[in-house]
């Protein structure tokens, strides 16, 4: 049980196009969902905390106008990259806590988005 | 805020051999939770095992255990009979109590293993 999903796994852009990644958790109702950005043979970034049916909370220094989150349904958030740059390039991960009572995140496979 | 230090970048075991991977943490909170996370070349995120800061007995779970030193703040991974499938990169990682931060996981920069055969 506790399986999270991301959609695509790879996806390559050209700079200034915007990319949606998607976050599914696939067997669990997840009232919560984390978006982790991670650079190569770096720990995890925490960029965002999605909460369903409401506005995410961003981390100090992430542009929230640049990565836009959507969490609309207890299953699925969506991070949309906007006007991706080189920059942006980066190794996206998220993650979903099962409800409130519990303590244990469960982690999607991750996405490598390189911008051109 | 608080922070978790791994001071290994890198560390290397013989197959069936035993290693400790270091972690320790700041914090001023009292009650918490504490991870390990291993991330394979796949690059998934695997849990590992959990400890809850209040309970005093060391988590285990078949050949990974903890040592919980609450008054040190250390949470070190001891990995027993290593098979080549563990190697990965560990990520030591705090949470806060949930009403107090939302249940963010703060991570600590990692640990390269590898495993020689």
């Known amino acids: 049980g506790a399986v999270v999903s991301q959609h695509p796994s790879r996806v390559i852009c050209k700079s200034g196009t915007s990319v949606k990644i998607e976050c599914r958790s696939l067997d669990f109702q997840a009232t919560t969902m984390f978006w982790y950005r991670q650079f190569p043979k770096k720990s995890l970034m925490l960029m965002a905390t999605s909460n369903e049916g409401s506005k995410a909370t961003y981390e100090q220094g992430v542009e929230k106008d640049k990565f836009l989150i959507n969490h609309a349904s207890l299953t699925l958030s969506t991070l949309t990259v906007t006007s991706a740059h080189p920059e942006d390039s980066s190794f996206y991960i998220c993650s979903a806590r099962v409800d409130p009572g519990t303590d244990t995140q469960y982690f999607g496979p991750g996405t490598r988005l390189t911008v051109l | 805020a608080q922070t978790v230090t791994q001071s290994q970048p890198e560390m290397s075991v013989q197959e069936a051999e035993t290693v400790t991977l270091s972690c320790t943490y700041d914090t001023s909170e009292s009650d918490y939770y504490l991870f390990w996370y291993k991330q394979p070349p796949s690059r998934q995120m695997i849990l590992v095992i959990r400890q809850e800061a209040y309970k005093q007995q060391n988590a285990t779970e078949n050949r990974f255990s903890v040592n919980f030193q609450k008054a040190a703040k250390s949470f070190s991974l001891k990995i027993s009979d290593s098979q080549l499938g563990d190697a990965a990169m560990y990520f030591c990682?705090?949470?806060?109590?949930?009403?107090?931060?939302?249940?963010?996981?703060?991570f600590g920069e990692g640990t390269q293993l590898t495993v020689n055969p």
């Open positions: 990682a705090y949470r806060s109590p949930l009403e107090t931060s939302g249940s963010r996981l703060t």
